[in-house]
């Protein structure tokens, strides 16, 4: 009798159209990291935005990694993978969780040529020297460690004077006073922070080099100069031709397009240089002629989470560019930007 009643509810079952329910399988297998340094954009005209590039990839914590690992694997600054994960343990992600790796971004808003160094982002951006407006060019991209707050990179245009290989480093009096174990000169090899390659600047003693110590790369860690993994200064090395010219800028906020669409990229404020980093977007948003086409509250969200990452703020469609310009009249917000007058440090 109880063998009917099985192949009865059997029966049933299959009469009904219902299936015995099966427990989801592992997601698909994500593919190996890309690391991603080479960007083929078209640079915009006057009255463009800086286009989105690159593309954002995902990554599954196995055991024993931390968000550096998967920075180095990719790449990337330690704090692009932390700004872009802000809810995820950076020393213990749980095993088998996805993280975001964000290998997307909007070009900084500068002439474009030659060496441009985003500080708050922690980016370098290489154009062609002879770049010029609607050109399609390679832009090549590396992560960088920075000046600390007492220490900062300093903003404004540089020359590259010279460069040299395994460089020999001569304390300057101000780091010599702060050192553990004070040394006048550091010959080349493992103690030496410049690494094996240097690239001067007329800039006071700044120079960009490399690290004896990668994992300091996406961090504010230097006395000012500009530090590179090992791999991508020996890169970077080999393009540079002296004299050949270069800028910092600060930008936090960059603003950008693609597809009609518009998007933000929001970064912390590292040296706190100004009073609402809400102001400061809009008033980048403002001087793009874009107001009346973006959303607020994406707006006001990605100010508020800082990750790091290009966000879609759209509202309304980008208008043509035609009538993208200095006449165009905007929608701006009530409150006006207000941003500080002069620099803490440079």
């Given at each position: 009798?109880?063998?009917?009643?099985?192949?009865?509810?059997a029966?049933?079952?299959?009469?009904?159209?219902?299936?015995?329910?099966?427990?989801?399988?592992p997601?698909?297998?994500?593919?190996?990291?890309?690391?991603?340094?080479e960007?083929?954009?078209?640079?915009?005209?006057?009255?463009?935005?800086?286009?989105v590039?690159?593309?954002?990839?995902?990554?599954?914590?196995?055991?024993k990694?931390?968000?550096?690992?998967?920075a180095?694997?990719?790449?990337?600054?330690?704090?692009?993978?932390?700004?872009?994960?802000?809810?995820?343990?950076?020393?213990?992600?749980?095993?088998?969780?996805?993280?975001?790796?964000?290998?997307?971004?909007?070009?900084?808003?500068?002439?474009?040529?030659?060496?441009?160094?985003?500080?708050?982002?922690?980016?370098?951006?290489?154009?062609?020297?002879?770049?010029?407006?609607?050109?399609?060019?390679v832009?090549?991209?590396?992560?960088?460690?920075?000046?600390?707050?007492?220490?900062?990179?300093?903003?404004?245009?540089?020359?590259?004077?010279?460069?040299?290989?395994?460089?020999?480093?001569?304390?300057?009096?101000?780091?010599?006073?702060?050192?553990?174990?004070?040394?006048?000169?550091?010959?080349?090899?493992?103690?030496?922070?410049?690494?094996a390659?240097?690239?001067?600047?007329?800039?006071?003693?700044?120079?960009?080099?490399?690290?004896?110590?990668?994992?300091?790369?996406?961090?504010?860690?230097t006395?000012?100069?500009?530090?590179?993994?090992p791999?991508?200064?020996?890169?970077?090395?080999?393009?540079i031709?002296?004299?050949?010219?270069?800028?910092?800028?600060?930008?936090?906020?960059?603003?950008?397009?693609?597809?009609?669409?518009?998007?933000?990229?929001?970064?912390?404020?590292?040296?706190?240089r100004?009073?609402?980093?809400?102001?400061?977007a809009?008033?980048?948003i403002?001087?793009?002629?874009?107001?009346?086409?973006v959303?607020?509250?994406?707006?006001?969200?990605?100010?508020?989470?800082q990750?790091?990452?290009p966000?879609?703020?759209?509202?309304?469609?980008?208008?043509?560019?035609?009538?993208?310009?200095?006449?165009?009249?905007?929608?701006p917000?009530?409150?006006?930007?207000?941003?500080?007058?002069?620099?803490?440090?440079?």
């Amino acid at each position: 009798m109880r063998g009917r009643t099985v192949l009865a509810v059997a029966v049933l079952t299959v009469a009904s159209g219902c299936t015995a329910s099966r427990s989801p399988g592992p997601p698909p297998p994500l593919p190996p990291l890309e690391k991603i340094t080479e960007l083929p954009v078209r640079v915009p005209r006057k009255g463009e935005l800086p286009p989105v590039v690159g593309h954002e990839q995902h990554y599954q914590i196995v055991p024993k990694d931390t968000l550096l690992d998967v920075a180095r694997n990719a790449g990337l600054g330690f704090q692009e993978v932390k700004s872009a994960n802000r809810d995820v343990d950076e020393w213990i992600p749980p095993a088998g969780l996805r993280v975001d790796v964000p290998t997307r971004w909007i070009l900084p808003s500068t002439s474009q040529r030659g060496i441009v160094i985003n500080v708050p982002e922690m980016r370098m951006y290489m154009f062609p020297a002879t770049t010029k407006p609607g050109d399609k060019v390679v832009v090549r991209t590396w992560a960088v460690a920075i000046g600390t707050d007492d220490s900062q990179t300093p903003v404004g245009p540089f020359t590259i004077i010279s460069k040299d290989k395994n460089p020999t480093w001569y304390v300057p009096d101000s780091i010599y006073k702060t050192m553990d174990r004070p040394r006048r000169v550091v010959p080349p090899g493992p103690d030496n922070p410049m690494g094996a390659y240097r690239i001067r600047l007329a800039k006071g003693l700044y120079s960009i080099h490399g690290s004896n110590t990668p994992w300091a790369i996406g961090r504010e860690t230097t006395h000012g100069c500009i530090r590179l993994y090992p791999e991508d200064i020996s890169e970077l090395y080999g393009m540079i031709k002296p004299p050949m010219n270069g800028e910092f800028v600060y930008e936090p906020v960059k603003v950008g397009a693609t597809d009609g669409r518009i998007f933000v990229e929001v970064h912390e404020d590292v040296y706190h240089r100004f009073r609402s980093l809400d102001s400061e977007a809009w008033r980048v948003i403002r001087a793009a002629h874009v107001a009346g086409q973006v959303d607020p509250d994406r707006l006001r969200q990605a100010v508020r989470e800082q990750r790091g990452v290009p966000v879609d703020v759209t509202g309304i469609p980008l208008r043509p560019r035609a009538i993208l310009t200095q006449s165009q009249p905007d929608t701006p917000p009530a409150a006006p930007a207000r941003r500080i007058a002069g620099e803490r440090r440079s």
